[in-house]
């Protein structure tokens, strides 16, 4: 009987243990901009994406995906996957990720449009999907929205419970002339995302400390 309850007390403590392995993992959604107004800044972009994916745990789940003329498709996402609990399997899809981010850096042309608020619907329901307590939606953008004339958005998904970051926002030359203009506009993304349920919003000057905020 002793051994009995030993062997249910142990059983008890791995299920507990698996649980809060699951439980710990994030899930990241990263998108970039690669409209004209901001097109210069891909490869440093995709450096960041690569280390916030480097830096990624076991059982994390992580997309990476463009921002274009038209963002709500499945087309527009470069990777996605959780990484396997097995750290060497980690590793290895981690090396595949990296090498198709790459090959997306060295193909992409510019788009003339940007449709943030479309990427964003792709990002929001994805990550609805995950397990995960912790889920981000990483912007690399100047944030700065220009739809086709045909291209309908509406509000924004319900992001409740994520975390939402714009980072490398570039600013622009009627931002120069204008600083106010830059301030507004991420002011009205904070509220755009605040008012859709985000946990919080966040702007990360340094793409390369996007890592220290997932």
């Not at 498709?73 to 750290?87: F, M, W």
């Not at 981690?94 to 790459?102: R, V, Y």
């Not at 830059?182 to 793409?207: I, M």
């Amino acid at each position: 009987m002793k051994m009995f309850k030993l062997c249910c007390l142990s059983l008890i403590i791995l299920l507990a243990g698996c649980q809060s392995a699951g439980e710990a993992s994030k899930s990241s959604y990263i998108l970039i901009d690669i409209s004209g107004t901001y097109f210069k800044q891909l490869k440093k972009c995709t450096q960041a994406a690569k280390f916030a994916l480097i830096k990624s745990q076991t059982n994390d789940f992580i997309a990476v995906a463009k921002i274009s003329s038209r963002s709500f498709s499945n087309e527009e996402v470069i990777i996605k996957g959780t990484l396997p609990s097995r750290p060497s399997q980690a590793n290895s899809m981690k090396t595949m990720m990296a090498s198709k981010i790459d090959t997306f850096a060295k193909h992409a042309r510019p788009s003339n449009h940007t449709d943030i608020s479309g990427a964003i619907y792709q990002a929001a329901q994805t990550l609805g999907a995950q397990p995960s307590l912790t889920k981000n939606i990483v912007i690399f953008s100047d944030m700065v929205e220009d739809l086709n004339v045909d291209t309908i958005r509406g509000r924004m998904p319900d992001l409740t419970g994520i975390h939402v970051i714009a980072t490398n926002v570039i600013k622009l030359r009627s931002d120069n002339r204008n600083p106010e203009k830059y301030f507004k506009r991420l002011k009205q993304w904070e509220e755009l995302t605040l008012g859709a349920g985000a946990a919080s919003w966040k702007v990360v000057d340094d793409p390369m400390q996007l890592a220290d905020y997932l």
